[in-house]
């Protein structure tokens, strides 16, 4: 029922034509983001900072750098299969696009908080 809903309202609003690829473009972006700024807090900290238990082990397993690499090409080819071959479901896609970004816009601006608690830290301990 509440799918049916949602499809009636989204299926009658009339979405900008390059909005799936600029969504494309911002999880590329954001998983980016997320790679470094897990490399970075990996860098200052250790691999237990990472709360991903896939991207952990792949973090003990090859190290940041590989682990990153790996695992964000990874995402980037999921979300670039899904965003060609589900274009028939348009909404649904728009939809999952726009929750993905704000999940890892959620993850970026944790990530980039951790290292401000770290940098933080390590120089109120320096001053001691």
């Given at each position: 029922?509440?799918?049916?809903?949602?499809?009636?309202?989204?299926?009658?609003?009339?979405?900008?034509?390059?909005?799936?690829?600029?969504?494309?473009?911002?999880?590329?972006?954001?998983?980016?983001?997320?790679?470094?700024?897990?490399?970075?807090?990996?860098?200052?900290?250790?691999?237990?900072?990472?709360?991903?238990?896939?991207?952990?082990?792949?973090?003990?397993?090859?190290?940041?750098?590989?682990a990153m690499i790996i695992l964000k090409g990874i995402a980037i080819i999921i979300i670039l299969y899904i965003s060609i071959n589900y274009q028939d479901f348009e909404p649904e896609v728009h939809t999952l696009m726009i929750i993905l970004n704000a999940i890892y816009l959620y993850i970026v601006l944790h990530n980039y908080k951790v290292l401000r608690i770290m940098k933080s830290r390590r120089t109120f301990s320096q001053k001691i």
């Amino acid at each position: 029922m509440l799918y049916k809903i949602y499809k009636v309202v989204l299926g009658s609003i009339q979405l900008p034509k390059g909005l799936l690829f600029s969504l494309f473009l911002l999880l590329v972006l954001l998983n980016v983001l997320d790679g470094i700024s897990t490399w970075k807090v990996v860098k200052r900290g250790s691999n237990k900072n990472e709360k991903n238990p896939l991207a952990r082990f792949l973090l003990n397993l090859m190290g940041p750098i590989p682990a990153m690499i790996i695992l964000k090409g990874i995402a980037i080819i999921i979300i670039l299969y899904i965003s060609i071959n589900y274009q028939d479901f348009e909404p649904e896609v728009h939809t999952l696009m726009i929750i993905l970004n704000a999940i890892y816009l959620y993850i970026v601006l944790h990530n980039y908080k951790v290292l401000r608690i770290m940098k933080s830290r390590r120089t109120f301990s320096q001053k001691i």
